[in-house]
């Protein structure tokens, strides 16, 4: 307790400088120690919860320490969080812009795709979309870096771990034997977690688990499986299940539109 009694005195002395610098130095670890790596889109109720408990330990912690004032503690924190948030998207940014991968390859396109997708969604909201990537094909030719969330990267034969817009628009006819072909090394970008927590055949990621649920998907289109009895034992043992689980999901359905539509 006294350690943590001497580490909020010497918070509350800090200057308004040294607050704003704190947030900083924390929002430029956060993007080059954690979001830089790996995959986050699964991750966004984590984030949000995480940050709000680091929030309410800080009350709890200033409460606890005694002379605890609230609108001194709304300021700091206010102080604090807007630096960090500050540092944290000028970072994102900055490395988005510059260093990204897809930007030091020269791969051409919009430079507000190097940022987010959001004006690609904006500029697609009639239906558009494929008018709007036939101006960047021939704008840009072949190969135009469009966004995020692409249907397959490939690096190496490994996911590109860079975040951000990492999209690439194909328009070259070979793209499909290159991606799709049997010795294809590509793999399956985020778009494909749309079902998450689920996973299905064709949203599976993970070579390995894809093989396996293929596999037994193999065995029904063979002459040789449809004669198999117990293939049709394992497809009719879960036929109640998906019966049931339709008839919960249109149940629910509408009772949702009951609920919608009920007056006030």
Known sequence: MLAVDRFDVHLMNLTRVEKLGLGALVGLAAHHGLFIHSEWHKQAP????????????????????????????????ALVSISYCVALFTSISVYRLIFHRLTRAGFPGPIYARLT???????????????FLADLKEKYGDFVRTGNKSRRLHLTGRLINNPGPNEI????????????????????AEWYDILHPYIALVTSRVKAEHQ??????????????????????????????????????????????MIVSKPM
Do not use: Y
Request: include cysteine; glycine fraction near 4%.
């Open 46 to 77: 984590a984030i949000v919860l995480s940050h709000s408990l680091i929030f309410v330990s800080s009350l709890v912690v200033s409460i606890c320490c005694g002379d605890f004032e609230i609108s001194a503690f709304l300021q700091d924190t």
């Open 117 to 131: 997708k959001l004006s690609h969604v904006w500029a697609c909201r009639k239906s558009q979309n494929h008018l």
């Open 169 to 188: 628009t194909v328009f070259h006819p070979d793209v499909f034997r290159v991606i799709d072909g049997p010795k294809s090394e590509c793999i399956k």
């Open 212 to 257: 396996i649920r293929r596999r037994k998907w193999n065995r029904g289109f063979t002459t040789k499986g449809w004669l198999q009895k117990s293939l049709e034992f394992d497809v009719l043992i879960v036929v109640p299940q998906l019966w049931c689980s339709m008839m919960r999901e249109c149940l629910n359905t509408l009772i949702s539109l």
